[in-house]
């Protein structure tokens, strides 16, 4: 199912976001009470045309990986910690006609950009009730356990404390108070960039395979 944000929050993020490069709008989307929660970092090129997160590139290497563990974008639900494209503007001269173009490219969010989408994220969250939260990549990682956690030493494993929430004020984020369950894995592009690194997070996924067995 493709989740419907209250007004009230949509709202509240287009104030905070207005004047960003910030393109499109890709809801989250899949299954409630899921097993797990998968958290990417912004929608790309390909999110913002369809409309449905991780279809891209990124998307397919995601699927490949949730597959060698039995489930597919039916039965997780699939989000990201933004839910526009971040781009930057280039302007690049073309070879052949030496006439000056425009091109957008994906970029990183900032952080004031993810802390504008941070009470969208909190809801969502609190709508989805996931048993294991899996952000994928550094910026979903550190939006929920904060700036100093690190994707390259926590991929893989399972991890029980408390979550950042965004002040109600908007003006950064506290723990909460109970525990969540979180299993930290490499964002999907990273192995487009590094082909190194597909035994390790083939590895991290058999992890998460595991410790569903045994909770489930
Ligand atoms: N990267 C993300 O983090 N989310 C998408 O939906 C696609 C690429």
Known sequence: M???YPQDLLAEVHQRVTGHNLAGFTPGQGKLKPDIMLVGEAPGRHEEVHNIP???????????MLA????NRENVYITSVVRQRPYSIKRVTDKK???????????????KEVLAFAN????????VQPKIIVPLGNTALQRLLGAKANIGQLHGQ???????????DGSGYELAT????????????????SRKLEPTIRDDWQQLGKYLHKIN
């Open 120 to 127: 969208l994220f909190d809801w969502e969250l609190e709508q």
């Open 178 to 193: 109970i525990n969540s369950k979180l299993v930290p894995m490499y964002h999907p592009a990273a192995v487009l960039y």
């Open 2 to 4: 493709i989740i419907q």
């Open 68 to 71: 060698t563990i039995g489930y």
């Open 54 to 64: 991780f279809s891209g590139a990124s998307g397919k290497e995601l699927m490949k």
């Open 158 to 168: 399972l991890l029980e404390q408390p979550i950042q929430h965004a002040k109600k």
């Open 97 to 111: 006609t030496g006439k000056v173009i425009v091109k957008k490219p994906n970029r990183t969010p900032t952080k």
